[in-house]
């Protein structure tokens, strides 16, 4: 089939990203939104990515370090990185931003679903998306946690649909792990073909394919990310220690660029909340998880959601 055209369901932090990358590697992009105000809460995402992929793209020209694998090639010459700047500049003056489902969904060849881990609203989402769709297209999850088989039913096309799951700063962490689904009673299972298509879309747009060979919660990356990241949380909650501490104690025992703390930044706070509300332990403030619960809720509520939003556990700005 080829896949051009992307419809992007999100604008949070993967979902701007895996948008912005897709039309910096030459793909049509709309990004579905749920409202006037979301767009407007995505419009400074898109802004900063430019941003970042310029400045990548410029300190590539002189410093090894900046290499980035998703972005050019590791031998890209002055003359080719400044090509790639004008890419970057035609994939942000690209983007289509829109709450139509008519109007994202009208010629997709791929939907990437990356709105909250609610399932209720992804079971919404899937549900009037299905009206709107052509028959050919492909949908894939960008879920952190949860799995295809729970929402297939739902989508009108369980044989074309599946996980596809990134990392963060997928320029530079250029990983995709691809998921399909068993299939149920009545629910056909994922079509090869459509887990070919995916495959073949992730190195379209300069991601590694890992391929999966079955439905396992969190994939591969979360599977070992979520415990790490809930340890720490649970130190900072019970408080054994601060921020500052836990992440220091990482970074100088392990050799690790950044602790925890640093990486629920960028991963965002609120991505952090929702998984954590899928443990039915969190309702309960006495416990870990309900004070890790409560303790996101603070920072959220605060408006100090993570790295775009200038603040989570760090200050950027």
């Known amino acids: ?48 990515l430019k941003g970042i992929y310029l400045s990548t793209l410029e300190a590539m020209k002189t410093n090894p370090a900046a290499y980035c694998r998703g972005l050019a090639p590791k031998d890209a010459t002055p003359e080719e990185l ?25 010629d997709a060849d791929l939907v990437i679903e990356c709105i909250a881990e609610n399932p209720q609203e992804k079971v919404a989402f899937y549900t009037e998306l299905a009206k709107h769709l052509p028959e050919r297209t492909i949908v894939v999850t960008n879920s952190s946690t949860m799995l295809p088989s729970a929402f297939a039913q739902y989508t009108g096309r369980p044989d074309k649909y599946l996980a596809l799951h990134f990392a963060n700063e997928i ?32 190195e379209q747009i300069g991601m590694i394919p890992l391929k999966l060979r079955k439905e396992q919660p969190g ?38 660029p950044l602790g925890p703390f640093r990486i629920l930044d960028v991963v965002g706070l609120t991505t952090a909340y929702n998984i954590g509300r899928l443990d039915p332990r969190a309702a309960d403030p006495t416990t870990v998880q309900g004070k890790i619960a409560a303790m996101l809720k603070k920072y959220i509520d605060e408006g100090k959601t993570g790295i775009n939003a200038g603040e989570g556990f760090y200050k950027y700005r």
């Open 1 to 48: 089939m080829g896949i051009k055209n992307v419809v992007v369901a999100g604008g949070g932090v993967l979902g701007s990203q895996i948008a912005f990358q897709s039309a910096y590697k030459g793909c049509n992009v709309k990004v579905w939104l749920r409202s006037e105000g979301s767009i407007e809460r995505a419009k400074p995402k898109f802004e900063r």
């Open 82 to 106: 400044d090509a790639l700047k004008a890419k970057v500049e035609e994939a942000y003056d690209g983007l289509t931003l829109t709450t139509s489902y008519d109007e994202a969904a009208a």
């Open 171 to 202: 320029w530079r962490n250029n990983t995709a792990e691809i998921m399909g689904h068993p299939g149920a009673e009545g629910v056909p299972a994922t079509d090869p073909a459509a887990y070919d298509e995916v495959v073949a879309f992730a």
């Open 219 to 256: 994939y591969i990356l979360n599977s070992m990310l979520v415990p790490f990241l809930s340890a720490a949380e649970a130190l900072l909650a019970n408080d054994v220690a601060d921020v500052e501490t836990i992440d220091k104690t990482w970074q100088l025992a392990t050799g690790a």
